[in-house]
């Protein structure tokens, strides 16, 4: 019985580090998200007046 008790626990070890593996890239993906939309939102934000201008 303490086999199987063995083989349970361990395979929940694994299941919570995969979901904190995925937390973190999720952070990662969403963090790249934010820098890029702050880095190019000024300059679309000027083409766009750009283009609307021009109509």
Do not use: C, P, W
């Not at 919570?16 to 000024?42: D, F, Q, R």
Request: no cysteine.
């Amino acid at each position: 019985m303490s086999r199987h008790i063995a083989k349970f626990r361990a395979k929940m070890d694994e299941q919570g580090a995969t979901a904190v593996e995925y937390g973190l890239m999720v952070a990662l993906i969403a963090i790249v998200i934010i820098v890029a939309v702050a880095l190019l939102g000024g300059n679309l934000s000027g083409l766009f007046n750009q283009v609307a201008g021009s109509v």
